[in-house]
Structures are given as structure tokens and as C-alpha cells.
């Protein structure tokens, strides 16, 4: 099946779990009923908590996660892959934050963990140590996902192109960000990161994104993205919750792939430092 009806489900989590699992599977129910059979949902659908002590109490083991068994019971129901962006669950003193696909049949096919953790200091005077409460994963994953290949990384992972250049050289033909950006650094830079690792792979990005101002006080920028081999936009939401759809077709990774080589042509980089030594011995 080359074609498939993909919908981001954009979402604006807050801290209580079991509303936020109320609203993704009535924004699921609403995108399975218009005819998807791919669904993804943003990064932290579970609880969105920038208090330590009050996330670590509502958050549990995977094994535990009520939206996580949710997600499974609606993928089995409606015969859907359900691409669930990320969940923070406990892991050891830490926690994680991943993402799964479960297929059709509700079972749990791939996990992954975020692998580059969001440390900066932003010149709005936000600041950000996910380092201090999550523990980073240590490996890309590719998956099967209703007959196309997903590469799976979130949020701050976007800007690193060279997980999406392995992800896509490893057989991915969708790559994804779902995302919680900041509303700063998303007005800045995330439609032209997505856009940007969908052109240098020759891929579909499907990045589905939290939006609007939360409870807990942050502001994430929203825009739900669905982005073609090419680097059109097929669908792009607000700030608001809701669903955006888009007809995936496999067959344009194959054209957009053999149009412009990139992923063939790469070349393992050496770099060398010239020059240095003559400036030291001038000085």
C-alpha cells in the first residue's frame, strides 16, 4: 500500500493525565473517522509539568502509562497505526521521554527515547535543563508503520540532521519530530528544520506538535507539520488543538530520491585543520 491518510494530532497537554487522554483519543476518534490510518501525536501527550516534584508524582512506569494503554486500546478498535510522539514514564531516579508505534493490533512494535536533550538558555530569558529529570536514549530507531518505514526522533532531535540522514539511509521513508518547540524558537526556525530534513533525505516529516499557552505556564508555538520529499507543505496547523490530514504517497520518496541522489552521494567527512601552526609560530 504506497498511499496512506496521515493526521498530526496537535494537542495543548496540561497536568492532569486523564484529560489529556480524554483529548487525544477525541482528537484520534475525530481523524479515524475522516478516514486515517496513520495518527500521530506530540511530544509529553501524557502531562505537560514544569514542577519536578509534582511530574514525578503523576508520572508511572510504561507498564503503568494509562495513556499509553489508551492509545493501544483505540489502534486495536479502529485498526490504526498509532504513532504515540512521546510520554514521560519513570526510568530508575529519572524519567524518559518516549515515543512508540503501536500497530494496528494494539501491540507496541518500536520504542524510542529522546536522544538530545533540550539545555539552553534562551535570550527571552527561558531556561531549559531537560538533562536535570530526563535520561537521554542511546539509539535511532526505524519501525514499520501501516506499510511505510518511520524514523522516529522529538522535538530537540530535529535539529541534528545527521540522526536523519542515518534514520533515512537505514530505509525510513517518513521521519518525525513531534515536538513541544518553545513559541520563540518556533517562529524562528521550525517550519524551515522540517522542511529542511525532509529535502535532505528525500522523506516525508510528520511532526506533530504541542500548542497554545499550558498550565503550567509555557507557551509552546504549535504549527502540526506534514512536509512531502520535495519540501511542500501539505498541511500545517495554528496554536489551537485539532487534527491535520494528508495523503502520504510512497512513491514520491522513490521520485524525490532518484531526482537528487543525496543520501548516494554522502561521503564520510575528514577534516583538516591547515594554517594553525603557521599562525601560532607568527604570533
Not at 514521560?88 to 518516549?98: E, F, H, I, Q
Request: hydrophobic share 45%; net charge negative.
Amino acid at each position: 500500500m504506497s498511499r496512506i491518510l496521515a493526521a498530526v494530532l496537535q494537542m495543548r497537554t496540561g497536568r492532569n493525565v486523564a484529560r489529556n487522554i480524554d483529548d487525544l483519543i477525541g482528537l484520534a476518534s475525530d481523524a479515524a473517522a475522516q478516514g486515517a490510518r496513520f495518527l500521530q501525536s506530540p511530544e509529553m501527550s501524557n502531562i505537560l509539568e514544569r514542577d519536578r516534584t509534582r511530574l514525578f508524582e503523576a508520572v508511572c512506569l510504561e507498564e503503568e502509562d494509562p495513556m499509553l494503554a489508551a492509545v493501544r486500546d483505540f489502534a486495536r478498535r479502529f485498526k490504526v497505526t498509532f504513532h504515540l510522539g512521546s510520554i514521560a514514564v519513570k526510568s530508575g531516579d529519572r524519567l524518559a521521554n518516549r515515543g512508540f508505534v503501536v500497530d494496528a493490533e494494539g501491540e507496541i512494535t518500536a520504542r524510542y527515547g529522546k536522544m538530545h536533550l533540550f539545555d539552553v538558555d534562551l535570550p527571552n530569558g527561558e531556561s531549559w535543563r531537560e538533562s536535570a529529570t530526563y535520561q537521554a536514549g542511546d539509539c535511532a530507531v526505524i519501525a514499520p508503520a501501516a506499510g511505510a518505514v518511520l524514523g522516529m526522533g522529538i522535538c530537540y532531535d530535529l535539529r541534528f540532521p545527521a540522526l536523519f540522514h542515518a534514520l533515512a539511509k537505514e530505509g525510513a521513508d517518513i521521519l518525525t519530530a513531534p515536538a513541544c518547540f518553545t513559541r520563540q524558537t518556533g517562529e524562528a526556525h521550525w517550519q524551515v528544520l522540517q522542511r529542511a530534513r525532509a529535502i535532505e533525505t528525500g522523506s516525508y516529516m510528520i511532526s506533530a506538535a504541542q500548542g497554545g499557552r499550558h498550565e503550567d505556564g509555557r507557551e509552546s508555538y504549535g504549527h502540526s507539520i506534514i512536509v512531502d520529499p520535495w519540501g511542500r507543505v501539505l498541511a500545517e496547523g495554528g496554536d489551537a488543538p485539532g487534527i491535520f490530514l494528508a495523503e502520504i504517497d510512497l512513491e514520491r520518496v522513490r521520485e524525490a530520491r532518484s531526482r537528487i541522489p543525496a543520501l548516494r552521494h554522502a561521503r564520510a567527512i575528514t577534516v583538516s585543520r591547515q594554517g594553525f601552526l603557521a599562525e601560532q609560530a607568527a604570533e
